[in-house]
């Protein structure tokens, strides 16, 4: 997918949320746009919640309520155009959960990430053998077939290529919790080559990591959480549970997160510390 060309997940929000705000200037409810459209109000919700792909067709006909200028119906179909192309997370759609394909069209387009991660080795660093390790320790509970974690894995090794090796690279921000270092996936020669690989990345420009360690104050007490932020969408932080996820996009929860994760990373070690305590669980895994 070309960097300019953009991620059709963020189209078809941007295109959602345009078309709210368009209705909402020319002072017509969801119910009163409907009826003059001909629709179901549940139509007009759908499309502006990013539910429904619109049509040509729907798009004009909502520009003409609207009372649209030719500029202004441009810009909306290019977002109907880029929002109706093909992600490269399509390609693993059968194997990943449905919130998780949704989190990956978003990051496509993130220009900062803060990642806060207390339990294992984020999945953007992870090696292949760490990945497999992870993904086989839920098998038993989520049933994943061989097929299955095959496909995780590659999803996994996919998304590290387009995200931290893209000609445009976000900002990533990331705080990892010391136990996530220490917790065993695999033989200690997985462990050993995760910390090795971990280091490594550390090192590019656009990627910040920091530990949490055992002794820090612990600020607060939250889950995994992703930040995404954005160039001309509002921000949206990724949660992820063990059977589902949940996106949260309320202005001040989303506020409440920023601010959680910048006071842990407050009382993180600096990223000079952190490689050398890095260096320190991979001699710690050489046995």
Known sequence: MPPTQ???TVRKLRLGQELRLLRERRKLTGARAAKELGWSPSKVSRIEAAKTMPSADDVKAMGKLYRLDEAKLDELFGLLRDADQRGWWEDYED????EYTRFLGLEAEAIIQRNWEPQIVPGLFQTE???REVVLAVRGIS???HSGVRSRVEARLDRQQRVLHRPDPCEMRFVLDEPALMRRFGEPSVMRAQMEHLLELSLLSHVSVQV???DALHPVSTGAFIHLKFAEFDDVVYLEQLYTADFVDDLERVAGYEA????????ALDEDDTRVLIQR???????
Do not use: V
Not at 95 to 98: K, S, T
Not at 281 to 287: I, L, P, Q, S, V
């Open 281 to 287: 669980k991979a001699m710690m895994w050489r046995g």
């Open 95 to 98: 194997a990943l959960p449905e």
């Open 143 to 145: 049933r994943i077939t």
């Open 6 to 8: 953009g991620s059709p």
């Open 260 to 267: 959680a994760f910048e006071n842990i990373r407050s009382q």
């Open 129 to 131: 053998d760490y990945a």
């Open 212 to 214: 949490l360690p055992m």
